[in-house]
């Protein structure tokens, strides 16, 4: 599977940004996609999932009552300086029960390439 990842850029505080992940290849063999952004010198934190063949979500605290995630993408409102980061996403062919078993970034097999997101007035 590869992803490729748009969408990233330059926004104000308080807008919105909608990032998007392309999947091509075996995407039949997809369960679930996650999205994680890394801080400098920092772990990957996770910020929301879906299920792939269910559309069931779960959102990190990052993104709870402010994010929409979809097989489509990733839209984050209300932007604050203390968003700006790396955005990843992620997709798992694995099988692991509930949708709770992927809220780790270690659950994940194949990553995009990273979509730069700056909150800046």
């Known amino acids: 599977v590869q992803l490729v990842e748009s969408g990233g850029g330059l926004v104000r505080p308080g807008e919105s940004l909608r990032l998007s992940c392309a999947a091509s290849?075996?995407?039949?063999?997809?369960?679930?996609m996650g999205w994680f952004r890394q801080f400098p010198g920092t772990e990957r934190e996770f910020v929301a999932l879906?299920?792939w063949r269910d559309g069931a979500t779960i959102y990190g605290y990052v993104a709870k009552f402010r994010s929409i995630v979809s097989r489509d993408g990733l839209t984050m409102n209300s932007l604050k300086p203390d968003d700006t980061a790396v955005y990843f996403c992620?997709?798992?062919?694995?099988?692991?029960?509930?949708?709770?078993?992927?809220?780790?970034?270690?659950?994940?097999?194949?990553w995009g390439q990273g979509a730069q997101v700056t909150v800046s007035s």
């Open positions: 992620a997709v798992s062919t694995r099988n692991l029960g509930g949708l709770r078993s992927y809220v780790n970034e270690n659950a994940f097999d194949y």
């Open positions: 290849g075996r995407t039949e063999d997809i369960t679930t």
């Open positions: 879906v299920s």
